[in-house]
């Protein structure tokens, strides 16, 4: 890629690879995974309550979603967000029935409900994110999707744009290679790794706290906050260098106005 320039707010020119988080950042699926995380906690936590004489409080799908299951791999956003509640379960293991109360049951519970909604709705993509990746494509750099989703594939797919990245770390991968996940930086460094590019030479882009830990962390050169619901400073406070609304903005002008 050729200098830089000066009316971005990125200078790409000094990177040659940009990571790209799916939930929320390419697809419009981080509304699904909090819906689903919702009815899975709400009807458990009711129960829960119940058998206690205790009061129900019910999963909060904006602040508990982002405070403890955004971003994390599947069982690890379930151990997160009971332990916030003063709540512990036995693991139990993967291949445990969703009716199962352990953590990986009820991660199992909300992961059917993410399947159902996926066979039936379609996937819709932020079009901006995906101009800005067909784009720095064209300039030459190397592209990657890094998720903590076992379900990253399926909505690639479904959202037809598996082509667009040179590497995929997923859920899968990760459980694979015994990565740990976000806010641990293994997923984003074996990105950069795959692609022989040095972190400092590598952008991070992330809606998730979880997420922008993991860049810091990993010292990646440039970590780019998504923010959809004007709570910028959510992102800039984990760490996020800029947070852009959606990420048309960081596009050359002359691109950003034109149609998708
Ligand atoms: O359960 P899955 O599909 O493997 O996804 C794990 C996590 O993936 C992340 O991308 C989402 O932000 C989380 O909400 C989700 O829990």
Redesign the pocket.
Known sequence: MDGGNPNLPVDWGRYRAVLF????VLTA??KI??IC?KRMFDSFLKRWAAERKMSFEPFDSVRD?HEY??????YD?VRSFLASRGIELPDGSPDDSPERETVCGL?NR??AM?GEILASERVDVFEGSIRLVRWLRQQGLATAVV??????PAVLRAAGIEDLFDQRI??HVASDLGLPGKPAPDTYLKAAELLSVPPAEAVVVED?ISGIEAGRNGGFGLVIGVDRQGDAERLAAAGADIVVRDLVELLPESLSQQEA
Not at 69 to 74: K, Y
């Open positions: 988080d799916l939930d929320g699926t981080a995974h909090a995380w979603y299951v955004d971003g994390r791999l599947r956003g991660g909300k992961d993410v998720s903590a989703s076992k379900n990253c997923d859920g998730a």
